[in-house]
């Protein structure tokens, strides 16, 4: 499949560029974050636990887990990818359709349209009024960063460093709780892990200015009991810094829309992403701003940014430069529809699962010990997805919204 992207004029202050093909280092690299969604399915976790003397399991486990609060595993690295790559498809997605003629009002009413119907799919996924969810995540701030789209790139990276520092700013000047604080109320556990000392206090689990707002906000919307916290210090003010990943996102796609060398752009990727990571761990490591995934800091968005502007380097660099395409087929299947890949987990993947369960004897999924039937479940629930997803490639069906 072939995509023509063509702009008649200049879109982010840059040369425009043709391009005759569509990148398959991005079906590639989204495939690879559904990719590692979809395999939560696997359950290393229980794996480990059922087999406690195993480091080999432990690790995969919790490379397969969300960290407590500050940190990295490389399950935290799946959200920022995704809303990353949204970031970098923009340009394309806009000169494509400024090349069929499309006007700029067409362009930002489906802009609009996407937004609203990312926003509500998330909340309908999560079965609740909330928007925490990926999805959600990026359709609150998918207009503004179209908007930006048609924004010479100094301004974009201005929006990036507002986004930053105002958001860090916002924070900090909340106050923090007083020392009578009953953390146990808002589902925290005082350890040291999730409620911070010093001016990281700031951003502590479940006290800090984006729960305050979601103890106002969520509950003006129908729900069965009072919102009072979530459980994983998720918030739905997120989308702020989210849209900072998708900027910086933008920044890189338009990188791999101008008339550079491949190995030039692999360079500047590499480059900054090394700097972005950089800069993360020294504010993390003054107390200035601490790298904490689930209310998504500032020093969180340049850490997975940095993560992410690596992994681009590579998969662009593998893929499209030096033109190591095979290898990465099952990637392209799975990231070519990467909202139904999204949705799939979601909606179907607890059902293949229990009926393989319900139509085999479990002596088939215990076949190499109790400890290991998660895996054996989950791996055939894995294949019969990406499967359907191949069939879908085949017959060139592709979820778009």
């Known amino acids: 499949m072939k995509t023509i992207s063509t702009a008649p004029g200049t879109i982010s202050g840059q040369t425009p560029t043709i391009t005759p093909e569509r990148l398959s280092s991005l079906d590639a690299y989204r495939g690879f974050v559904m990719f590692l969604m979809l395999a939560e399915v696997l359950q290393f976790s229980r794996v480990s636990d059922a087999l406690p003397g195993s480091k080999f399991w432990e690790f995969l486990g919790d490379q397969q887990s969300h960290v407590a609060w500050i940190g990295c595993a490389l399950h935290d690295l799946i959200q920022p990818s995704f809303s990353f790559l949204v970031g970098v498809a923009l340009p394309f997605s806009i000169a494509n359709r400024l090349g069929r003629s499309q006007s700029r009002g067409q362009i930002f009413l489906h802009a609009i349209y996407r937004a609203l119907t990312l926003i509500l799919l998330g909340v309908f996924l999560r079965s609740t009024w909330t928007f925490e969810d990926t999805l959600s995540q990026i359709g609150l701030g998918y207009v503004f960063l179209f908007m930006l789209g048609f924004r010479p790139v100094r301004d974009q990276w201005i929006a990036f460093g507002v986004l930053l520092a105002g958001y860090w700013t916002a924070f900090a000047l909340y106050p923090l709780p007083g020392p009578g604080w009953d953390y146990a109320k808002v589902g925290v556990t005082n350890d040291g892990a999730q409620v911070l000392s010093g001016f990281a206090a700031h951003w502590s689990k479940n006290s800090n200015l984006a729960w305050s707002f979601d103890t106002w906000f969520l509950n003006l919307f129908p729900r069965r009991d009072v919102f009072k916290f979530n459980g994983g210090g998720y918030a739905t003010l997120s989308f702020i810094p989210t849209l900072a990943t998708m900027v910086l996102g933008l920044i890189a796609g338009g990188i791999l829309r101008r008339d550079w060398t491949g190995s030039r752009k692999v360079k500047w990727f590499a480059i900054a992403g090394a700097i972005s990571l950089g800069v993360a761990i020294l504010i993390g490591w003054l107390g200035i701003c601490p790298v904490v995934k689930r209310i998504w800091t500032p020093a969180w968005v340049l850490f997975s940014g940095g993560w992410c502007l690596l992994l681009l380097a590579s998969f662009y660099g593998i893929v499209d430069v030096l033109k190591f395409r095979a290898w990465a087929f ?55 997805i990406w499967l359907l997803l191949y069939w879908m490639y085949r017959q060139k069906y592709f979820l778009r919204i």
């Open 330 to 384: 099952p990637l392209i299947v799975i990231g070519m529809n990467s909202i139904l890949a999204y949705c799939s987990e979601h909606l179907f993947g607890g059902f293949i699962k229990g009926t393989l369960i319900g139509h085999f004897s479990s002596r088939v999924f215990n076949v190499l010990g109790e400890a290991y039937s998660p895996i054996l479940t989950g791996a055939p629930t894995l294949l019969l």
